[in-house]
């Protein structure tokens, strides 16, 4: 059987960001194997991003996203600093894993300047239904999932609420991506395929479910209520046959809740509901979220100079997970509202970095230049969905959401070069990207 090199880039490149998605686990089982192999094999994925940062470099001739790259590489000048006043580097060491996602910018534009829509979600495709597929799993049969190691890429039974395990695992923006994808292709699809996408959207929704994190679903209907919205925006698509039976299908479900506020099934599903009243993760329990601020007040307490304001007090600064009750050993250079976590650590410059280069320019340069292509609204859909989970969470201090933000960058970047160099005649047709013949870019 001969291999298409197209077939053969989808599945080189689904491996490749695997790595940094945690797909497949790499890290953690080698970690496993012995403790010595899982440092080297994190010291490998840190060489490989530098070799795939040089390449993008001497391919492109320039910098590709360079404002995500200096956020990158704030840690490396951290470290550099603490190795040259003799201080312990650990911390920073630390944020080199963290924020390799962003440091994989240039490579990701290269990757996308060279591929066709249809490849490129494929690939995306590919890899986040086999993250959802195994979140799922994991969530039915709680023994798939990874309980033991503490790394990035490990799927693992975080705590049981009731009878439910609630997953952790690395992946999640690229499922929210899936979910916005298929979604898009409800309306697009041929008839024979709407049942397809259906269960895919039904997949990457309860895989996104699984982990029970309250303020990610919130925020995950808010955006995908908005996707929706933008959708029926389009007259061709509220006119449509399944634009009306989506619009039937929310109208239906609107009943069925008027029905069971409004009957004795009210009470019923009170009760069902009451064997979970204690459970903070289905109620409005302030405490984890009283937790979160009193950490944030006291790390902002050791702010104290206009030098620790503008470039933050470093990464090797650490507080107590739990700032009530200490427990020695148990500390932190991070902290849970992640665009805090930014300014604490890398001050003002840091944080201007990560809104202005990671979050605003993609979407102001696509608002200017306004680029066709079937990708632009559900990567501004995650886009918006990690920036959004960045008020509640930690997400910008982990690599696989690090790396879905420079993905979503460099998806627009990319596709906004390609309409400005595009012929104006050409501009009112579907955007096509040239593949490389020999398996790699061609300037």
């Given at each position: 059987?001969?291999?298409?090199?197209?077939?053969?880039?989808?599945?080189?490149?689904?491996?490749?960001?695997?790595?940094?998605?945690?797909?497949?686990?790499?890290?953690?089982?080698?970690?496993?194997?012995?403790?010595s192999l899982g440092?080297?094999?994190?010291?490998?994925?840190?060489?490989?991003?530098?070799?795939?940062?040089?390449?993008?470099?001497?391919?492109?001739?320039?910098?590709?996203?360079?404002?995500?790259?200096?956020?990158?590489?704030?840690?490396?000048?951290?470290?550099?600093?603490?190795?040259?006043?003799?201080?312990?580097?650990?911390?920073?060491?630390?944020?080199?894993?963290?924020?390799?996602?962003?440091?994989?910018?240039?490579?990701?534009?290269?990757?996308?300047?060279?591929?066709?829509?249809?490849?490129?979600?494929?690939?995306?495709?590919?890899?986040?239904?086999?993250?959802?597929?195994?979140?799922?799993?994991?969530?039915?049969?709680?023994?798939?999932?990874?309980?033991?190691?503490?790394?990035?890429?490990?799927?693992?039974?975080?705590?049981?609420?009731?009878?439910?395990?609630?997953?952790?695992?690395?992946?999640?923006?690229?499922?929210?991506?899936?979910?916005?994808?298929?979604?898009?292709?409800?309306?697009?699809?041929?008839?024979?395929?709407?049942?397809?996408?259906?269960?895919?959207?039904?997949?990457?929704?309860?895989?996104?479910?699984?982990?029970?994190?309250?303020?990610?679903?919130?925020?995950?209907?808010?955006?995908?209520?908005?996707?929706?919205?933008?959708?029926?925006?389009?007259?061709?698509?509220?006119?449509?046959?399944?634009?009306?039976?989506?619009?039937?299908?929310?109208?239906?479900?609107?009943?069925?809740?008027?029905?069971?506020?409004?009957?004795?099934?009210?009470?019923?599903?009170?009760?069902?509901?009451?064997?979970?009243?204690?459970?903070?993760?289905?109620?409005?329990?302030?405490?984890?979220?009283?937790?979160?601020?009193?950490?944030?007040?006291?790390?902002?307490?050791?702010?104290?100079?206009?030098?620790?304001?503008?470039?933050?007090?470093?990464?090797?600064?650490?507080?107590?997970?739990?700032?009530?009750?200490?427990?020695?050993?148990?500390?932190?250079?991070?902290?849970?509202?992640?665009?805090?976590?930014?300014?604490?650590?890398f001050g003002v410059?840091?944080?201007?970095?990560?809104?202005?280069?990671?979050?605003?320019?993609?979407?102001?340069?696509?608002?200017?230049?306004?680029?066709?292509?079937?990708?632009?609204l559900p990567v501004?859909?995650?886009?918006?969905?990690?920036?959004?989970?960045?008020?509640?969470?930690?997400?910008?201090?982990?690599?696989?959401?690090?790396?879905?933000?420079?993905?979503?960058?460099?998806?627009?970047?990319?596709?906004?070069?390609?309409?400005?160099?595009?012929?104006?005649?050409?501009?009112?047709?579907?955007?096509?990207?040239?593949?490389?013949?020999?398996?790699?870019?061609?300037?």
């Amino acid at each position: 059987m001969q291999l298409r090199r197209r077939d053969v880039d989808l599945w080189v490149h689904a491996g490749l960001f695997s790595l940094y998605l945690g797909t497949l686990s790499v890290f953690g089982v080698t970690r496993r194997l012995d403790p010595s192999l899982g440092s080297a094999a994190q010291l490998g994925l840190l060489l490989l991003t530098w070799s795939l940062l040089v390449f993008a470099v001497w391919r492109s001739k320039r910098v590709p996203l360079g404002g995500v790259v200096l956020l990158a590489l704030l840690p490396y000048l951290h470290m550099i600093y603490f190795s040259a006043t003799g201080e312990s580097a650990g911390g920073a060491f630390s944020y080199l894993y963290k924020f390799s996602g962003f440091l994989m910018a240039p490579y990701l534009w290269v990757w996308a300047r060279f591929r066709d829509d249809d490849q490129i979600e494929r690939t995306l495709m590919l890899v986040a239904s086999l993250l959802a597929a195994r979140a799922v799993l994991s969530f039915a049969v709680p023994g798939l999932a990874i309980t033991s190691g503490g790394f990035a890429d490990d799927f693992t039974v975080y705590e049981w609420v009731g009878p439910l395990p609630r997953i952790f695992y690395p992946g999640m923006p690229l499922v929210f991506f899936g979910l916005m994808v298929s979604l898009r292709n409800l309306f697009l699809a041929a008839d024979r395929q709407t049942t397809l996408e259906l269960a895919r959207s039904v997949l990457f929704a309860a895989a996104l479910a699984v982990n029970l994190s309250r303020g990610i679903m919130m925020f995950a209907v808010v955006v995908t209520s908005l996707l929706l919205l933008v959708k029926f925006t389009s007259s061709r698509v509220a006119a449509g046959r399944k634009g009306r039976l989506v619009l039937m299908s929310l109208l239906a479900l609107t009943g069925v809740t008027l029905v069971v506020v409004a009957t004795p099934l009210s009470d019923t599903v009170a009760q069902v509901a009451s064997g979970f009243s204690n459970q903070e993760r289905f109620s409005l329990d302030q405490g984890n979220l009283d937790w979160r601020v009193e950490q944030m007040r006291a790390a902002y307490r050791m702010v104290e100079t206009p030098e620790e304001r503008a470039l933050g007090v470093g990464t090797n600064t650490f507080i107590p997970e739990s700032i009530e009750h200490p427990v020695p050993g148990e500390v932190t250079n991070e902290l849970h509202y992640s665009y805090d976590s930014v300014r604490w650590t890398f001050g003002v410059a840091g944080l201007a970095l990560l809104v202005g280069f990671a979050l605003l320019q993609p979407v102001l340069r696509v608002l200017v230049i306004r680029p066709t292509s079937p990708l632009i609204l559900p990567v501004v859909m995650t886009g918006s969905f990690i920036a959004l989970v960045g008020l509640y969470t930690v997400v910008f201090t982990t690599t696989d959401w690090s790396f879905v933000l420079s993905l979503c960058g460099a998806l627009l970047n990319t596709r906004c070069d390609a309409w400005r160099a595009a012929p104006f005649p050409v501009r009112s047709e579907p955007l096509t990207f040239p593949v490389p013949s020999q398996g790699v870019p061609h300037d």
